[in-house]
């Protein structure tokens, strides 16, 4: 979502989920047959199934008993008879939960249509058709669970130990417990503006006339995470933080200065508390105030936008970040472009942010280029081409360039408007790539205020993106309850519920005793159901060495599209070799002086087949079985 003023397990480090269970066969259930059907308006057509189709003057009622309460899988097939703009929806129970997104939709044809949705033990009505329209068949059967193979280890290389063990931590509790999160938009903070930097707690003296109390200035004094707790007597496990103001036009101003500094020490207060900050970027590029892309077409094709226009034209920017690459196709920089230079200086504007975090020893969720191919950003009104390019530029100066290694990487994937706005847009098209992303997540605001754990969309990013990964809801007005979670095995890593301040009111879409009993629910993880960084070890073993600093003897060892990825407990000297299964060693990737953190190796060049990885560190072994595909 754009801001509120729119409107103005261990073993080792790898966790696999499995939970795994039998699917019968689909049951089909023809139109033809069922009760009620007028004789005349079956029609016969040897393309259909049973030869038969039922021709409809508006929809079609089949109802279905199930056994079990569960997700099932829908899919039925529908001959468009009469207009091409006709979408023929799938209902269940009365409630939406599919259509027809084919385009073009064209007379006289027959489409698939597919949904997925939540039926009850007993009987349930399942509703297809949305006019005119012929309806041959439904088939249902139940959604198998999914199963998970994630590994701990952060995508950045060379990753901190916080990072580290903020990656174990959500690796550790996803698919078992739900993180609590909330946005803050406005901010308490003192500032003085005579020298331009901010007063931290306990700094103001009689001559600041300091607006706010120490209290007040504090993350657990903010006034969104105050009315977080007001009405669920927790405070949120995760707070979420913009860089709004870090560049753009006034970045540098007082007000809007103290703001992204504010941000740096709430999510310090915050992380030395057992918390995890989170930060979005709603980015403004170098002197532009406006991050929103409005009018038919969007973005910089917007008749307001005429060539050479950098800055905004109305409420809509006009920035075109494709002109930082050489061509249409964006592979390749165009270092010598204004629109590159524009973008570099801005990422590194906020990674000498990031970075006073990382000298703190702060880890942070980093969700850059959100809501991908929505389109009312500027970096969502190209392609998807072009985004993942833009996405990996920004994934490469942070953490190649400026040396940030104290990240983990947020994609967001979001419904693409050229096919519609329910789950079944999701648009994976855009996913930069499994080394670029840490977590999948989504937003998701649920105008029926129900509640409901939208595990269309949760399946949706299994089916489209995978099982490697962390599947979060990075933005959200009512919370998914905790009983619908477990009950449709949608467990999202963590939600966010968007602010409350800046006109945003979404505290308000969750009911006081349905704050109280999620937030007391031990499947929901407050800020007082943290460790505390100090204590969590990741289910890792732990020795003793001389100087009384602690470390771990697990390694951890993955491949990825032949990209060994190996991380490295402590430094010192060693060696990592790769062997194959008779125990001939194929070739050594590193050896002598180690350091600590992630490493990766390139074995494009090895043939494919299965192979043991064997590292040697400070006299502690580790052997792995790996298959290069």
Same mark, same amino acid.
């Given at each position: 979502?754009?801001?509120?003023?729119?409107?103005?397990?261990? *073993?080792?480090?790898?966790?696999?989920?499995?939970?795994?269970?039998?699917?019968?066969? +689909?049951?089909?259930?023809?139109?033809?047959?069922?009760?009620?059907?007028?004789?005349?308006?079956?029609?016969?057509?040897?393309?259909?199934?049973?030869?038969?189709?039922? $021709?409809?003057?508006?929809?079609?009622?089949?109802?279905?008993?199930?056994?079990?309460? %569960?997700?099932?899988?829908?899919? #039925?097939?529908?001959?468009?008879?009469?207009?091409?703009?006709?979408?023929?929806?799938?209902?269940?129970?009365?409630?939406?939960?599919?259509?027809?997104?084919?385009?073009?939709?064209?007379?006289?044809?027959?489409?698939?249509?597919?949904?997925?949705?939540?039926?009850?033990?007993?009987?349930?009505?399942?509703?297809?058709?949305?006019? *005119?329209?012929?309806?041959?068949?439904?088939?249902?059967?139940?959604?198998?669970?999914?199963?998970?193979?994630?590994? %701990?280890?952060?995508?950045?290389?060379?990753?901190?130990?916080?990072?580290?063990?903020?990656?174990?931590?959500?690796?550790?509790?996803?698919?078992?417990?739900?993180?609590?999160?909330?946005?803050?938009?406005?901010?308490?903070?003192?500032?003085?503006?005579?020298?331009?930097?901010?007063?931290?707690?306990?700094?103001?003296?009689?001559?600041?006339?300091?607006?706010?109390?120490?209290?007040?200035?504090?993350?657990?004094?903010?006034?969104?995470?105050?009315?977080?707790? !007001?009405?669920?007597?927790?405070? +949120?496990?995760?707070?979420?933080?913009?860089?709004?103001?870090?560049?753009?036009?006034?970045?540098?101003?007082?007000?809007?200065?103290?703001?992204?500094?504010?941000?740096?020490?709430?999510?310090?207060?915050?992380?030395?508390?057992?918390?995890?900050?989170?930060?979005?970027?709603?980015?403004?590029?170098?002197?532009?105030?406006?991050?929103?892309?409005?009018?038919?077409?969007?973005?910089?094709?917007? $008749?307001?936008?005429?060539?050479?226009?950098?800055? #905004?034209?109305?409420?809509?920017?006009?920035?075109?970040?494709?002109?930082?690459?050489?061509?249409?196709?964006?592979?390749?920089?165009?270092?010598?472009?204004?629109?590159?230079?524009?973008?570099?200086?801005?990422?590194?504007?906020?990674? *000498?942010?990031?970075?006073?975090?990382?000298?703190?020893?702060?880890?942070?969720?980093?969700?850059?280029?959100?809501? *991908?191919?929505?389109?009312?950003?500027?970096?969502?009104?190209?392609?998807?081409?072009?985004?993942?390019?833009?996405?990996?530029?920004?994934?490469?100066?942070?953490?190649?360039?400026?040396?940030?290694?104290?990240?983990?990487?947020?994609?967001?994937?979001?419904?693409?408007? !050229?096919?519609?706005?329910?789950?079944?847009?999701?648009?994976?098209?855009?996913?930069?790539?499994?080394?670029?992303?840490?977590?999948?997540?989504?937003?998701?605001?649920?105008?029926?205020?129900?509640?409901?754990?939208?595990?269309?969309?949760?399946? !949706?990013?299994?089916?489209?993106?995978?099982?490697?990964?962390?599947?979060?809801?990075?933005?959200?007005?009512?919370?998914?309850?905790?009983?619908?979670?477990?009950?449709? !095995?949608?467990?999202?890593?963590?939600?966010?519920?968007?602010?409350?301040?800046?006109?945003?009111?979404?505290?308000?879409?969750?009911? #006081?005793?349905?704050?109280? =009993?999620?937030?007391?629910?031990?499947?929901?993880?407050?800020?007082?159901?943290?460790?505390?960084?100090?204590?969590?070890?990741?289910?890792? $073993?732990? =020795?003793?060495?001389?100087?009384?600093?602690?470390?771990?003897?697990?390694?951890?060892?993955?491949?990825?599209?032949?990209?060994?990825?190996?991380?490295?407990?402590? $430094?010192?000297?060693?060696?990592? %070799?790769?062997?194959?299964?008779?125990?001939?060693?194929?070739?050594?990737?590193?050896?002598?002086?180690?350091? %600590?953190?992630?490493? =990766?190796?390139?074995?494009?060049?090895?043939?494919?087949?299965?192979?043991?990885?064997?590292?040697?560190?400070?006299?502690?072994?580790?052997?792995?079985?790996?298959?290069?595909?």
């Amino acid at each position: 979502m754009g801001l509120n003023f729119k409107k103005m397990f261990t *073993a080792g480090a790898f966790a696999a989920l499995a939970a795994t269970s039998a699917t019968a066969a +689909p049951t089909v259930y023809e139109a033809e047959v069922q009760a009620g059907v007028n004789a005349a308006s079956v029609k016969e057509d040897a393309e259909y199934s049973g030869g038969k189709y039922v $021709s409809v003057s508006m929809a079609m009622d089949f109802k279905v008993t199930v056994e079990e309460t %569960a997700v099932y899988d829908i899919t #039925t097939r529908v001959l468009i008879k009469q207009y091409d703009w006709t979408t023929s929806k799938i209902q269940v129970n009365g409630t939406d939960v599919g259509s027809m997104l084919t385009t073009p939709r064209n007379c006289d044809s027959s489409f698939v249509v597919t949904a997925s949705a939540k039926m009850r033990v007993g009987e349930n009505t399942i509703t297809v058709g949305n006019g *005119a329209i012929g309806v041959d068949y439904i088939s249902v059967e139940k959604h198998p669970d999914p199963v998970f193979n994630l590994n %701990a280890m952060p995508v950045t290389p060379n990753a901190s130990q916080n990072a580290y063990k903020l990656k174990a931590y959500l690796t550790e509790n996803f698919g078992k417990k739900t993180i609590s999160g909330m946005m803050i938009s406005d901010q308490n903070f003192n500032y003085d503006y005579g020298n331009m930097k901010i007063i931290p707690p306990g700094g103001c003296t009689p001559e600041d006339s300091c607006k706010y109390t120490d209290d007040q200035v504090t993350w657990k004094g903010q006034t969104d995470i105050a009315e977080f707790y !007001k009405r669920s007597g927790h405070y +949120p496990a995760i707070g979420g933080f913009d860089m709004l103001f870090a560049a753009g036009g006034h970045s540098e101003d007082g007000w809007f200065k103290g703001y992204s500094e504010n941000n740096l020490l709430m999510a310090e207060n915050l992380w030395n508390m057992g918390g995890i900050p989170t930060f979005t970027w709603h980015w403004k590029v170098g002197e532009d105030t406006v991050f929103y892309t409005q009018g038919s077409p969007a973005g910089f094709n917007n $008749s307001g936008c005429n060539e050479g226009v950098m800055g #905004t034209s109305g409420n809509n920017t006009c920035f075109n970040y494709t002109k930082a690459f050489k061509d249409a196709s964006c592979k390749e920089i165009n270092t010598a472009s204004q629109e590159y230079q524009d973008i570099i200086n801005d990422i590194d504007k906020v990674s *000498a942010l990031f970075k006073q975090l990382q000298e703190k020893d702060v880890a942070v969720i980093w969700r850059p280029l959100h809501e *991908a191919s929505g389109g009312w950003f500027w970096w969502g009104v190209a392609s998807g081409d072009c985004y993942k390019q833009l996405y990996r530029l920004v994934f490469d100066r942070m953490v190649n360039v400026n040396k940030l290694n104290n990240l983990l990487w947020v994609w967001n994937i979001n419904t693409d408007p !050229k096919f519609g706005y329910d789950y079944s847009a999701l648009n994976a098209a855009w996913y930069p790539g499994d080394e670029y992303v840490d977590i999948v997540a989504v937003d998701i605001y649920d105008q029926l205020l129900n509640h409901n754990s939208a595990v269309n969309y949760y399946n !949706k990013i299994v089916s489209d993106v995978g099982t490697d990964k962390i599947i979060a809801l990075s933005e959200n007005g009512a919370i998914p309850d905790i009983d619908s979670i477990a009950e449709d !095995k949608a467990y999202w890593s963590y939600w966010m519920t968007w602010s409350q301040t800046w006109s945003g009111n979404f505290l308000d879409k969750t009911p #006081t005793d349905m704050w109280v =009993r999620n937030l007391d629910d031990e499947r929901i993880i407050a800020l007082d159901d943290m460790p505390g960084w100090d204590n969590f070890t990741a289910g890792i $073993s732990k =020795r003793k060495i001389a100087n009384g600093t602690s470390i771990t003897n697990t390694f951890d060892i993955a491949v990825i599209n032949k990209t060994l990825s190996l991380h490295l407990p402590q $430094s010192g000297r060693g060696s990592v %070799a790769l062997f194959d299964m008779q125990g001939h060693q194929i070739v050594t990737l590193v050896s002598g002086n180690l350091t %600590a953190g992630t490493k =990766r190796f390139d074995l494009q060049s090895i043939a494919s087949g299965s192979y043991l990885v064997r590292v040697n560190i400070n006299g502690m072994n580790k052997m792995k079985r790996v298959t290069l595909k």
